[in-house]
């Protein structure tokens, strides 16, 4: 069976205020050198991350190929490798440098990060982070 699908048009609705289409990660699991305490310093710890960025989808989605697409397992081995090459002090500095990086690297419009680590010290937390969210210019 052969089957013609036209292309569709996206819809146009006077409430909607923009479109995004987002592509996600959700709990990569990445070991970092993150902390303050002399221990974390040395001795990299498992960090989770879920992430949500904006992109163009429609022209891939209509060609149905991979070259108009942004492809998230470049996202995935990309922010891992920056990662794991860098040492953060601070969440916050991990979620700011790693938002710039994909920024820099990928044809995003914006992005949703969540960055979460156990504690040290707090037994009874099952994870501390940020949650950040940043548009490009």
């Known amino acids: 069976i052969v089957m013609t699908v036209k292309p569709f048009k996206r819809l146009k609705n006077a409430n909607v205020i923009f479109n995004v289409d987002k592509l996600f990660i959700q709990q990569l699991s990445v070991q970092a050198l993150i902390g303050i305490c002399p221990e974390e310093q040395h001795e990299p710890q498992t960090i989770l991350i879920d992430l949500e960025v904006g992109a163009e989808t429609e022209q891939a989605a209509l060609e149905d190929d991979i070259s108009y697409a942004t492809d998230y397992s470049k996202i995935y081995a990309s922010l891992i490798t920056f990662i794991q090459a860098s040492h953060f002090s601070l969440v916050e500095t991990l979620a700011e440098r790693s938002a710039a990086f994909l920024f820099d690297?990928?044809?995003?419009?914006?992005?949703?990060?969540?960055?979460?680590?156990?504690?040290?010290?707090?037994?009874?937390?099952?994870?501390?982070?940020?949650?950040?969210?940043?548009q490009a210019y």
């Open 105 to 134: 690297m990928f044809s995003i419009s914006w992005l949703k990060m969540k960055i979460t680590k156990k504690p040290q010290g707090m037994s009874d937390v099952q994870g501390v982070g940020i949650v950040i969210e940043r």
